[in-house]
């Protein structure tokens, strides 16, 4: 099979979708994918027409906690010890620039 290669303009993508700063490492992170892909390649040789497909290893179903009622406050249980508030609603700085 031939090398796999990576270009640069998948290293930006992956790096956009990642949120990360890649900025002047571009080349080096080819090199380096590339390299990882070439190593991987080991995997295409095995033979796993034997292997059964699998989607769900733990056999287990439905974990989840019964939902039960309990004890509750109200608003303004919960606003009493707040710093600010406003409208009967907890209020915070801001956390995005409009």
């Known amino acids: 099979m031939a090398d796999k290669k990576i270009s640069e303009e998948e290293v930006k993508r992956m790096a956009v979708l990642s ?16 390299d990882t892909l070439k190593y991987l ?8 027409s034997k292997v059964p497909e699998t989607n769900q290893v733990t056999g287990l179903t439905n974990v989840f906690q019964d939902e039960k009622n309990s004890k509750t406050i109200t608003s303004k249980e919960a606003l009493s010890n707040a710093k600010e508030q406003s409208n009967g609603l907890f209020a915070t700085k801001a956390v995005f620039d409009r």
Do not use: A, P, Y
């Open 41 to 48: 390649e080991v995997l295409d040789e095995l033979d796993t």
């Open 19 to 34: 949120n990360l700063d890649v900025s002047g490492q571009e080349e080096k992170l080819v090199l380096l994918f590339s």
